[in-house]
């Protein structure tokens, strides 16, 4: 059984990728990065370590992923190997794998993914859909005739997804999200103190008084640096300017949202309406999101207990019980 390996899920996410071990909970939740040496060009880490530079070597960090779905085939799966190791140790473990399969993911995506768990070494794949385990993982009802909504805010797409009787009746993605919003402040900044700041430096100020419903009167410092290499500088920005940051995003998630519950039957969307929706991911945790999609859409909005991990929790279910969704859950063979 050793060699065998336990069963396991796999959340493959842009900014993080978490590991589920069956009656064992999440034992991974790692950044999903990949660096290399920028002297030599060999990876000198991944996930979460932090490699020894030496000399003017400067290390690149490269994510491999973007919305869910591996860009760079054989850097995820080097990445990938790394994490497994870490959770088995034993190189020979051949653990049978549950994957979550993006609402939009084409033929070739679907290949993709389970040619990387192959190349793992998992004995078996399961595919399960983004929204399902979400839903799962976020403890919504999903097997009601009565339907409910997840919005998984990520860090560059959000997945939307309503459900009924255990299946995604109707999903739609966006490509907006945590970045998108950091991204916005940094051009902010860039335009009014004339500074760069990195991805870092902005998630930080969103985090501290970042909110998606109307700002109070908030301060926070940030470091910048001058791109015509005078040095550094750290400059005062409000909340008033993260909240103008959020609006682009929060409207495209809306609007897909609102699309998405349109294009359901008359009965589906009365139920969303009385039964509202559930946000998940790293992006529901900005102050005021909920609040502002629940005035946007009139429809009571609350946000998952854990939300970072509903996904990886609700694949987490489907590997305690490889027979929890039945036909929905047949394993891929080569």
């Given at each position: 059984m050793r060699i065998l390996g336990q069963d396991l899920a796999l959340d493959l996410g842009s900014a993080s990728t978490q590991i589920y071990v069956r009656k064992r909970g999440i034992v991974i939740n790692e950044p999903s990065l990949v660096v290399r040496s920028g002297a030599t060009g060999k990876l000198v880490g991944f996930g979460a370590e932090k490699p020894v530079q030496t000399g003017e070597d400067e290390p690149e960090a490269i994510r491999p992923v973007s919305g869910g779905v591996p860009v760079d085939k054989e850097l995820t799966r080097r990445m990938l190997r790394h994490f497994l190791r870490k959770v088995h140790g034993h190189p020979w473990s051949r653990p049978r794998m549950v994957f979550a399969l993006p609402s939009d993911a084409t033929g070739m995506v679907r290949d993709l993914l389970q040619d990387l768990a192959y190349q793992a070494e998992a004995r078996r794949v399961y595919l399960v859909q983004h929204g399902l385990a979400a839903a799962l993982g976020a403890g919504v009802p999903v097997r009601d005739a009565a339907a409910s909504m997840v919005i998984d805010v990520g860090?560059?797409?959000?997945?939307?997804?309503?459900?009924?009787?255990?299946?995604?009746?109707?999903?739609?993605?966006?490509?907006?999200?945590?970045?998108?919003?950091?991204?916005?402040?940094?051009?902010?900044?860039?335009?009014?103190?004339?500074?760069?700041?990195?991805?870092?430096?902005?998630?930080?100020?969103?985090?501290?008084?970042?909110?998606?419903?109307?700002?109070?009167?908030?301060?926070?410092?940030?470091?910048?640096?001058?791109?015509?290499?005078?040095?550094?500088?750290?400059?005062?920005?409000?909340?008033?300017?993260?909240?103008?940051?959020?609006?682009?995003?929060?409207?495209?998630?809306?609007?897909?949202?609102?699309?998405?519950?349109?294009?359901?039957?008359?009965?589906?969307?009365?139920?969303?309406?009385?039964?509202?929706?559930?946000?998940?991911?790293?992006?529901?945790?900005?102050?005021?999101?909920?609040?502002?999609?629940?005035?946007?859409?009139?429809?009571?909005?609350?946000?998952?207990?854990?939300?970072?991990?509903?996904?990886?929790?609700?694949?987490?279910?489907?590997?305690?019980?490889?027979?929890?969704?039945?036909?929905?859950?047949?394993?891929?063979?080569?």
């Open positions: 860090c560059e797409t959000t997945r939307i997804a309503v459900l009924s009787f255990g299946a995604v009746v109707c999903a739609a993605t966006v490509q907006a999200g945590g970045a998108d919003v950091n991204r916005a402040l940094a051009a902010q900044i860039r335009r009014d103190h004339g500074l760069d700041i990195d991805e870092h430096a902005a998630e930080l100020a969103k985090r501290s008084i970042g909110t998606a419903w109307k700002p109070v009167r908030r301060k926070a410092s940030v470091r910048g640096h001058d791109p015509g290499g005078r040095g550094a500088a750290i400059v005062s920005i409000s909340a008033e300017q993260v909240y103008e940051a959020t609006k682009q995003p929060v409207r495209a998630i809306v609007r897909t949202a609102v699309r998405c519950v349109e294009s359901c039957s008359g009965d589906l969307a009365a139920d969303v309406a009385d039964r509202g929706v559930v946000l998940t991911g790293g992006g529901a945790l900005m102050r005021g999101l909920a609040r502002r999609l629940r005035a946007e859409l009139g429809v009571p909005v609350q946000r998952a207990e854990r939300p970072i991990e509903a996904v990886a929790l609700g694949l987490g279910r489907c590997v305690d019980d490889l027979g929890l969704i039945g036909k929905d859950l047949a394993p891929t063979r080569r």
